[in-house]
């Protein structure tokens, strides 16, 4: 089996200037004609997101990630989307990612829809051309109408989720990473949305889902990993953990479920 994501005793820390701290940071800018630098390490304080992730996915896995508010989920896409660099370990991704991870990430308010689309699609790789090929496909799938040719700060919360949903799921189904994917959609559209995963799941080499909903991710995963305050609980089959008691399945000597 190949391997498509693997993370060798990953942590992430992201380091927090407290007020003081900024205001002294905020100093330095005042006082930087002449000024002197200011150190005061007592002041930041760190906020260890990610603790000694340690897991493989292969080739065709579609990762479930869960875990209470803060846990790390939405850290861990970031971290695989290469947005950010571990703190310690080492991650490998071998293969594009196509995210939806932050909507306004990639997306610029004062271009239009149809603008916003080769923008996105030229990060991904692709040639003005084959996204135009594909730009009648992509504005249809969006539903966005007339509003695909006004700039994008016009747009709602949904209608850009909209936008980059379809990029994202149009262009470049390599590995996917959604995160609470559809939680700015509207019924009809998370209907349509839903469809169109399960099509882009066999065209795509992997998945990863960072989602509260927990039949959302027995019905798409395979695996799962369960993240509390940053550190790894569980990772496995999906069906090896009990979602009511949040604990993994008990089995008998068998290695039967019980
Ligand atoms: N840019 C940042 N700077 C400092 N701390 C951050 C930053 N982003 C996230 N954190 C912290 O990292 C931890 C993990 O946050 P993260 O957003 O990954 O959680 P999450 O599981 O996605 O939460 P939610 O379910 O609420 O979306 C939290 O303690 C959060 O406060």
Not at 89 to 105: A, K, Q, T, Y
Not at 108 to 135: A, E, S, V
Request: with cysteine.
């Amino acid at each position: 089996m190949s391997v498509l994501i693997r993370l060798n005793y990953v942590d992430l820390v992201y380091p927090v200037y407290s007020v003081r701290a900024q205001s002294l940071r905020n100093m330095m800018v005042n006082l930087s004609v002449g000024g002197k630098l200011l150190k005061d390490g007592s002041d930041i304080i760190h906020v260890q997101a990610l603790s000694r992730l340690n897991f493989t996915l292969n080739v065709g896995d579609r990762l479930g990630v869960i875990g209470h508010n803060g846990a790390g989920k939405t850290t861990l896409l970031k971290l695989v989307a290469g947005i950010y660099e571990p703190t310690r370990g080492h991650i490998e991704v071998n293969g594009r990612i196509s995210s939806m991870i932050d909507v306004g990430l990639g997306l610029d308010p004062n271009l239009t829809g149809r603008d916003n689309i080769i923008n996105m699609g030229r990060m991904r790789g692709f040639t003005t051309r084959q996204i135009q090929l594909q730009m009648d496909e992509l504005i249809e799938f969006s539903d966005l109408g007339s509003f695909i040719d006004l700039p994008v700060k016009t747009f709602s919360a949904g209608m850009a989720s909209r936008l980059v949903f379809a990029v994202s799921t149009t262009l470049d189904p390599d590995i996917l990473l959604f995160d609470e994917w559809l939680s700015t959609g509207d019924a009809d559209f998370i209907v349509k949305a839903k469809q169109r995963m399960d099509s882009l799941l066999d065209k795509s080499r992997g998945m990863i889902l960072a989602s509260h909903s927990f039949p959302m991710i027995q019905l798409m995963c395979n695996k799962l990993l369960v993240l509390d305050a940053g550190e790894q609980v569980y990772f496995g089959e999906v069906d090896g953990w009990d979602f009511n008691s949040q604990k993994p399945v008990a089995r008998d000597v068998e290695g039967q479920m019980s």
